[in-house]
Structures are given as C-alpha cells and as structure tokens.
C-alpha cells in the first residue's frame, strides 16, 4: 500500500508541484491550499506525512501543527518556509506540542524533500 502524503501551501503551484514530486515517486498524494482545507483533507485521507508551508494567510502552519497534533498525533509534519527566520518558531512550536516538527526551506531540492520524507516515514 501506497504512503499518503497530504501537501498543505496556499501558492497552488507549490503545493501542486510537490504533490507531483511525491506521485512520481510511489506515494499517493494530494495537495490542498489552506490549512482549513488541509485539516478537512486529513481527516479522510489518512495521512502518514503532512507537509505544510509555514506562512499562509489566516490560519499559519505553526496553528496548523497544533490541530493536527490533537487530532492526529501518530501524522509526521514536515514544515516548509521561504523565510529562514522561521526556523525558530518550528523549533518552538515542536517543542511546545513535544512532536518532532521538520523544517525545509523553500524551494528545496526533489532529492532532499524525498530523502528527509522517507527519514520521518522510517521512524513512523
């Protein structure tokens, strides 16, 4: 059986890309473009990895995090940001919900998306 893997991004170039990237390679994929949407999406789908941006209007990943730690705590979350200054916020936020919360900056290489995706997958 196929891992899930659910992309949350409110630019919907990225999350369709990275959600191809993961098709591509084996996975079943879906993307969605809010943190609402994505938290909705989850609730079927059945994710192992949900990767979600950190900067998004209205609801931001960091709250994001939260709800899916009370709702789905065995999901593995992979944080994506443009902006390295929110390194510290995951780190904060990962400590807070006492989950491992993973952060890539954007744009980040297939390679390394998929590597560090298989890393959290294994310890699942």
Known sequence: MKQRVLVIDDDKLVADTLSLI???????S??????AAGLER????????VLCDVTMP???GLEFAEQLHR???QTRMLMLSAYSSNASKVEAQSSRLGR???L???PCRPELLLRTAAEMLATA
């Open 22 to 28: 993961f098709l591509a390679n084996g996975f079943q």
């Open 42 to 49: 989850a609730r079927s789908f059945d994710p192992e990895l």
């Open 100 to 102: 491992p919360l993973k």
């Open 30 to 35: 879906e993307a969605r473009y809010s943190a």
């Open 104 to 106: 890539l900056c954007k």
């Open 58 to 60: 209205d609801e931001n």
């Open 71 to 73: 709702e789905r705590p």
